[in-house]
């Protein structure tokens, strides 16, 4: 797999994002609720994006978003059918509620709230290209280490691919309707940007942190982060021009140096 070359603040990308919300808020509407919102997150395939299947009358469906054919692909009880990516996304989301043939409790205005700018199907290909090629390097790392890991979810709200790995150590918190047990982790997963960083990154979040771990050393490119957000921040662009051996090397470095204190 390649990482391609990506641009900070794609507009392609933005677009993608809105598309998407609209695949992860009708799964996550007919799929039974996950504690970990699992129920609502994509899968990244190399057809593109999917929902798999999830339950719709008394049948099944599934929902696919092709970035390189820009259409949303699916079946409903009248058949299969295909949307094409133009225009908003709420119009492209009722449009599927319709075609779907069943109820589904979801809030379309919720799709306003991404605008379409531009889509450059090439541009959309190859965040796709990218996105299988971060996947694979997840993959590789997430089967070599020991104890719980998570699957890999794509989230169609803050747009990152992330997994995790679950210590059975567990954190408890006092909330509105009572103590409530987390357990401990390290979250792994690649963002397209935001209003933080523009840029595309990487990110290896420990949980509860401990600002012990900014001793934890990490490979050259890489840092701890600081704002907004604690845990170690991987560049794309590093890993673009160095390999996905850098990204091993990050990941590994961050769950090696705070495992022990999460356990």
Known sequence: MTYTTLPAQSSTVTALQAYSRILGSIRGAQNEPHPRWWHASLQVTPEGFATGEFPLGDSKSSLLLDPAGRVIK?????????????GPASAVGREVLTQLGAPVDVDADRWDAITVEEYDATAAANYHEALLAVHETFAGFAAGIEGEVGPMNFWPHHFDMAFEWFSDAVEVYDEEDGP???????????????????????????????????????????????EGWSGGFLPYTAVAEGGSKLLTDFMRAVFEGTREALS
């Open 74 to 86: 699916g079946s409903g009880l009248n058949g299969d059918f295909e949307i094409a990516l133009t």
């Open 180 to 226: 409530k047990e987390y357990n401990k982790q390290v979250g792994f997963g690649f963002s397209p940007g935001d209003e933080g960083d523009a840029r595309p990154y990487f990110y290896a979040n420990p949980w509860p942190f401990d600002e012990s771990f900014r001793s934890v050393t990490l490979p050259d490119g890489a840092k701890w982060h600081e």
